[in-house]
């Protein structure tokens, strides 16, 4: 029996339908490079907020190599989604940050901002650590879904109100593997 902590990939195979190909966002990380790299310093943290948001940190600092800055890279685990597609609203750390926060310029790196709920939890806990700075870059955001006042620094796409899928992104923790990113039809 699938229970909320241990969500089920769905029965048979959805109908997933293209949003933005690989080489589309492969072209839009290297531009979201080019706007990070002018405001940010040379050196910096980017602390990536798992799982979701681990192929975009990983293609990201790569884009921001070639932009010639030198990030540092910590993870940090949070969770709001039991499973299946609705915030359950409260968010936990399940894995916390290694490096020094303390007076640290910070860029929080996130796969997607809906409710806006975990953004405002991490940063929060990274003001409240010291951080000198705390700016955000998301991937993807879903306009008019927030619950809580947010705004992410860097946006990459602004997606349609569907439940999307791949380069990270999952539903019930199945097609991150996708290289492209995909809406659940
Ligand atoms: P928020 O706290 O409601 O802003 O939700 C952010 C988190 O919810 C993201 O980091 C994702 O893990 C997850 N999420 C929200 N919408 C989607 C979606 O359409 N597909 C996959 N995950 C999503
Ligand atoms: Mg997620």
């Known amino acids: 029996m699938p229970t909320a902590t241990s969500p089920q990939p769905p029965q048979g195979e959805p109908n997933i339908s293209v949003l933005y190909s690989a080489e589309d966002i492969s072209r839009r990380i290297a531009g979201m490079a080019r706007e990070i790299a002018a405001v940010m310093p040379r050196e910096f ?30 993870f940090m ?63 993807l955001e879903k306009p008019g879904k927030r619950a809580v006042q947010v705004e992410a620094d860097f946006v990459g796409y602004r997606v349609p109100d569907k439940f999307v899928v791949g380069y990270g992104l999952d539903f019930a923790n199945a097609y991150r593997e996708l290289p492209y990113v995909g809406a659940i039809e």
């Open 77 to 139: 685990t949070l969770s709001s989604y039991g499973g299946g597609t609705q915030s359950s609203g409260t968010v936990t750390v399940l894995r916390d940050t290694t490096e020094i926060i303390q007076g640290k310029r910070i860029l929080l790196v996130d796969d997607i901002l809906e409710s806006g709920r975990t953004l405002v939890h991490a940063k929060k806990l990274l003001q409240e650590r010291g951080a000198e700075d705390v700016r955000v870059a998301v991937f």
């Open 45 to 74: 943290v980017v602390i990536a907020l798992l799982k979701g948001s681990f192929v975009f940190a990983a293609d990201l600092i790569r884009a921001l190599h070639h932009c010639r800055l030198k990030p540092q890279v910590d």
